[in-house]
């Protein structure tokens, strides 16, 4: 019953930033741990990022380390992927994603509600 919109998506020049949010509905997500993931042209859906309920505990696939940056806001049911430095490789639609019962550093299987995903595409 949970139902998650992923917006912010768009074409970027390579090095640039944007942000892309999650807004969930439903339920509160106070109670859940939210990810993001990713899906690039031709390539399975990966893990990107992850975030426990409480927001105390993250979680990034190495490549997007020191670069990309989740947050959560739970007063206004959505969370974010702040993504800076970005490289045509971060090309990809991006998803998010809740789990009732995780912890912040659960396998993709585990997430029981999903987005539809939004499109972010880097320009060399």
């Known amino acids: 019953q949970v139902q998650l919109v992923e917006s912010g998506g768009g074409l970027v020049q390579s090095g640039g930033s944007l942000r892309v949010s999650c807004a969930v509905s439903?339920?509160?997500?106070?109670?859940?741990?939210m990810g993001w993931f990713r899906q690039c042209p031709g390539k399975e859906r990966e893990f990107v990022a992850a975030?426990?309920?409480?927001?105390?505990?993250?979680y990034y696939t190495s490549s997007v380390k020191g670069r990309f940056t989740i947050s959560r806001d739970n007063a206004k049911n959505t969370v974010y992927l702040q993504m800076n430095s970005l490289k045509p490789e971060d090309t990809a639609v991006y998803y998010c994603?809740?789990?009732?019962?995780?912890?912040?550093?659960?396998?993709?299987?585990?997430?029981?509600?999903w987005g539809q995903g939004t499109q972010v595409t880097v320009s060399s």
């Open positions: 994603a809740a789990n009732r019962y995780g912890s912040g550093n659960d396998p993709q299987g585990s997430y029981g509600s």
């Open positions: 975030i426990s309920w409480s927001g105390r505990l993250t």
């Open positions: 439903g339920r509160t997500i106070s109670s859940y741990a």
